[in-house]
């Protein structure tokens, strides 16, 4: 296809209405996208004899892996992939290293974040320079991505209270406390260094690791977590503290350590019978 043909059915498929006046700006974005996808992806400049369909089936691939992301942000991440065959969407992924950016809901928060990240990955890949606008609709848009829920948590029951507050706050906000705390429990399990020396249970192999000679035995494997313990679990004091304050976050520590329990013990261990007796206590 010529270039205006192939923007006719981009614009075709994605509904676009160029009369639209209150989503010019978006449409202009949208448009623009289009012609860098015709030149970088599908006007293919190798000779005939040099495509290959297995090319165009990890391309294809590849698009599947980010049907989650909007129609501009995927099409721009496979043009990408299909240039110079990174998948990007991991590496600005991994660029992103705030604690709270789940927490993230405002429009400062996601514009600043893209700041900090444009330069590190620009210098790293320079065939994203002038890209920033893209990198930061590729931050909001991953935002939307990691706080979706997943099947198997769809259906999680703790309290009434607590999950009208977990609803609430993704209805509202966009924001999943649920993905937040199931983040924190699985990082905090993956860092034994960083659990209070009150909190370290020898585990099972650490009297063994003799017998051991030839496995690597991480502290992951040297040390359980004690989770049974009444203060500062899971580092939820500092956690907590500097977390950002929103409407969603004000008085809800115990709220958080209820949810990174019921992540723990449902997620990282298995113990039903100390999750009733926990949950019976604090609420």
Same mark, same amino acid.
Not at 33 to 49: G, Q, S
Not at 182 to 196: G, L, N, Q, T, V
Not at 205 to 233: A, E, P, R
């Given at each position: ?110 514009? @600043? #974040? ?5 330069? *590190?990955?620009?210098? $790293?890949? !320079?065939?994203? =320079? ?107 004091? @500092? #956690? ?5 304050? *929103?409407?969603?976050? $004000?008085? !809800?520590?115990? =709220? ?28």
């Amino acid at each position: 296809m010529r270039l205006e043909e192939y923007i006719f059915k981009r614009k075709k498929e994605d509904g676009i209405n160029e009369y639209d006046m209150d989503r010019r700006q978006e449409n202009t974005r949208i448009c623009v996208n289009y012609i860098f996808e015709y030149f970088n992806n599908y006007l293919d400049t190798k000779p005939a004899d040099e495509k290959t369909v297995l090319h165009e089936q990890k391309i294809e691939r590849y698009r599947k892996i980010i049907r989650d992301y909007d129609p501009e942000v995927r099409d721009w991440l496979v043009s990408l992939y299909g240039s110079y065959g990174k998948y990007m969407h991991k590496y600005l992924m991994n660029s992103i290293t705030d604690d709270y950016f789940l927490l993230y809901e405002s429009e400062p928060e996601f514009r @600043s #974040l893209s700041y900090e990240i444009y330069p *590190k990955v620009v210098k $790293r890949f !320079k065939f994203l =320079e002038g890209q920033s606008e893209m990198i930061y609709l590729f931050i909001k848009d991953a935002h939307k991505v990691r706080n979706l829920f997943e099947p198997y948590n769809q259906g999680i029951y703790i309290s009434e209270e607590i999950n009208e507050w977990i609803h609430d706050t993704y209805k509202n906000y966009g924001v999943n406390i649920y993905n937040f705390c199931y983040e924190w429990a699985h990082y905090f399990f993956e860092y034994p260094e960083i659990w209070p020396k009150g909190h370290k249970k020898k585990s099972e192999f650490y009297d063994k690791k003799s017998q051991y000679k030839d496995i690597k035995l991480t502290d992951t494997i040297l040390w359980d977590y004690d989770y049974k313990q009444k203060n500062n679990l899971f580092g939820l004091d @500092s #956690l907590y503290r500097n977390m950002p304050k *929103k409407k969603f976050t $004000r008085g !809800k520590k115990q =709220e958080f350590e209820v949810v990174i329990m019921y992540c723990w013990l449902h997620g990282v261990t298995g113990d039903d019978e100390y999750w009733d007796s926990y949950l019976s206590n604090v609420l």
